[in-house]
């Protein structure tokens, strides 16, 4: 026997190839192998940048009398979460309904046939804080499964059937109207911190598909409410500690209520949906503040996650070596006036302390401080550069440098969006460069069409079949990137991504499910609609097919987006903070979505100009598409003309068409009108 993960594509996996652990990764071959010995298997799910997956890879994977045991005893399955969701999905809902909490590293210990029946989170070596020791947890374990058994399988048989049991039951009601939203509304108010920003307590999560959802709902209705939400809320994680202040970038949440103290992490993910909600409320209120945060974050994304071959990195590390060799969570990012005056000398040190806040008593470990820019300050350029030259020389954080398509799907949209919003051809390009990745390693085609891969690493397509949130988001970002580079490559292909969704993903009912008809089987299909820190494959797909509908006239797609939101009402309700990047679907939904024509000759400045407008709109989830008239493969540019010569924008919405126009002001007065 031997740890089987030296050849994993995972970089969590491969954190873990040298433990005396005798590892498997996920694979028919264990259950086999548990089987056989007649032992139950113990699984272990974690991902790369999680804090305390590497305290307990530290503690109980690296003990060798616990590795003993357990080898003795189990077979051991060690899962990266981001790799398969569909089995972290399914086995972490057992987890909180048993234990009524989850979190990673997840502990479950199951029989052959997959079913649970003893779950936890993090074990330490050693028993403290009323927690058992991982091996007491072993023996224990052990001794029911030996002297227990029949009691261990009613378990597990139990919890089995209760799992295949949870199906979201649908029958495809109608999609949310005028009255869900404005509900979805106010229950949001109910839940906003009016002083602090964002919604709820501590921890506090970045909000980014609620602020999508308040600002598509403050466009089409003009509710000042919704945008003060936003503002309030983009501010403050703005200017607090979530965000990086030297380098730009956003953190995974704020550990308190008032956005001072991160997680330190920092995921593709979250950026790339924050970096794109900044510049939506740029294009609401041209707040200077938003564009510069948008810009940051998208030159984060690029400078910090690129990957070799294009594309986008899962994230980074909370932890890195401190200046004693200690790894520590936050020691990259975090400082003390000593070290403030040791990198800028005494008189800009004390006045950077002033600037960020940092204090001798300190906001975090060991009186170390989280730079934040109090209210009514800003950086100091020279400062910045000064002190961001002096953390370059620190150790950094390690890298999960596996590209998820899902994620790489959101940072091809942001930097799309952002590259036309802001005139930064470059981000285009790294967004171009990304869809291309995903088309060339992702993208595999067979006689059942188009299917996508879940991660690649080195240019090398990992293991995994992609689940609904990659074809949703990777889709997304297709489209994104047709409507701001006209090339029709990119909607051929959402359109072959979203045909695999309607035949592999989607019941008769309009329900979708998040592993296709065709994959693994698991205790149950995983289903779940809600939005957590990026948007559900349910959501992420309707959106999708909707954008779909409005480029090509399609009642298929757009009957499967209006079934696919009938979630929507139903949570609207009951959570609409869990439902945000839905609602903001619906809110595109209402408003038609708006659909631009703009043809014109490419590199001709009227083109451009008008182009420019119409990807500036704040109508919801509207649609663009550019390109010479009848361009082939560009439904939207047929029997569309030049007007006297010129180049020439066409808005239509709900099957009418307004007057076309060769004017940028009248484009934006067409895009800008409310119901």
């Not at 503040?289 to 986008?312: H, K, Q, S, Y």
């Not at 005056?341 to 302390?353: H, K, N, P, Q």
């Amino acid at each position: 026997m031997a740890n089987r993960l030296a050849d994993e594509t995972s970089p969590y996996l491969l954190q873990h190839a040298d433990n005396p652990v005798e590892w498997w990764p996920w694979s028919p071959g264990a259950f086999d192998e548990a089987r056989r010995r007649d032992v139950p298997v113990l699984l272990s799910v974690g991902y790369a940048s999680c804090h305390w997956c590497h305290v307990m890879a530290r503690e109980s994977f690296a003990d060798q009398e616990t590795a003993d045991y357990l080898n003795e005893h189990f077979v051991a399955v060690k899962v990266d979460r981001e790799e398969r969701p569909d089995v972290d999905s399914v086995y972490m809902d057992a987890v909180q309904a048993a234990t009524g909490q989850g979190g990673w590293p997840m502990t479950v210990f199951m029989t052959a046939d997959g079913e649970p029946f003893y779950f936890g989170t993090y074990f330490p070596l050693e028993p403290r804080e009323g927690l058992p020791s991982f091996k007491q947890l072993l023996v224990g374990v052990h001794t029911a499964w030996s002297e227990r058994r029949g009691e261990v399988t009613d378990v597990a048989a139990r919890i089995g059937r209760e799992l295949a049991g949870r199906d979201v039951e649908y029958a495809a009601p109608r999609a949310p109207g005028e009255a869900e939203l404005a509900m979805a509304l106010g229950g949001m108010r109910g839940d906003f911190d009016a002083e602090r920003g964002g919604f709820g307590g501590a921890p506090k999560f970045p909000p980014s598909m609620v602020l999508e959802f308040l600002l598509r709902h403050h466009a089409r209705t003009g509710a000042e409410e919704a945008l003060e939400m936003v503002e309030r809320t983009a501010q403050a994680m703005a200017l607090g500690g979530l965000y990086d202040q030297l380098g730009g970038g956003f953190a995974r949440y704020a550990v308190d209520g008032a956005w001072a103290v991160p997680h330190f992490e920092k995921m593709c993910y979250d950026n790339a949906l924050l970096a794109r909600a900044y510049a939506h409320w740029w294009r609401a209120t041209a707040s200077p503040l938003a564009r510069r945060i948008a810009l940051e974050t998208a030159d984060f994304l690029v400078r910090e996650l690129r990957t070799a071959e294009g594309g986008f990195a899962s994230g980074l590390d909370a932890d890195s070596d401190d200046a004693e060799g200690r790894h520590r969570e936050g020691a990259y990012y975090v400082w003390t006036p000593e070290q403030l005056r040791a990198a800028l000398g005494e008189a800009d040190g004390a006045r950077a302390a002033g600037l960020y806040g940092v204090t001798p008593a300190g906001n975090f470990e060991e009186g170390a401080s989280v730079l934040r820019l109090l209210p009514g300050t800003d950086h100091d350029p020279q400062l910045r550069a000064r002190l961001l030259a002096a953390r370059a020389e620190r150790a950094r954080p390690g890298r999960d440098d596996k590209v998820v398509a899902a994620w790489c799907g959101l940072a091809v949209a942001a930097l799309a969006e952002i590259g036309a919003c802001f005139e930064r051809p470059d981000l285009v390009d790294a967004a171009r460069d990304a869809a291309r990745l995903l088309a060339r390693v992702h993208t595999r085609r067979d006689g059942d069409g188009v299917r996508l891969v879940r991660t690649s690493r080195d240019g090398r397509a990992g293991p995994s079949a992609g689940v609904l949130e990659d074809y949703g988001d990777v889709a997304e970002g297709f489209l994104a990137l047709y409507a701001v580079t006209g090339e029709t490559e990119w909607l051929t292909r959402a359109g072959e991504l979203l045909e695999t969704v309607l035949s592999r993903f989607t019941s008769p009912q309009g329900a979708l499910y998040d592993t296709a008809d065709d994959a693994e089987r698991l205790i149950r299909r995983p289903q779940d609609p809600s939005d957590g820190a990026t948007p559900a494959g349910w959501t992420a797909a309707a959106g999708a097919l909707l954008s779909y509908a409005a480029y090509t006239g399609s009642a298929r797609h757009r009957e499967a987006a209006g079934r696919a939101l009938g979630i929507v009402t139903a949570l609207a309700e009951r959570a609409p903070r869990f439902i945000g990047w839905g609602l903001a679907v619906a809110e595109a939904a209402l408003d038609g979505p708006r659909e631009v024509a703009v043809v014109g000759a490419p590199g001709d400045p009227a083109t451009e100009e008008l182009h420019r407008t119409a990807l500036r709109s704040t109508a919801p989830g509207a649609v663009v598409s550019v390109g010479a008239p009848d361009t082939p493969d560009a439904p939207l540019l047929r029997d569309r003309a030049l007007r006297d010569g010129r180049p020439t924008a066409y808005v239509c919405r709900d099957f009418v068409c307004g007057l076309p126009t060769t004017d940028p002001v009248e484009l934006a007065h067409q895009l800008r009108a409310t119901r």
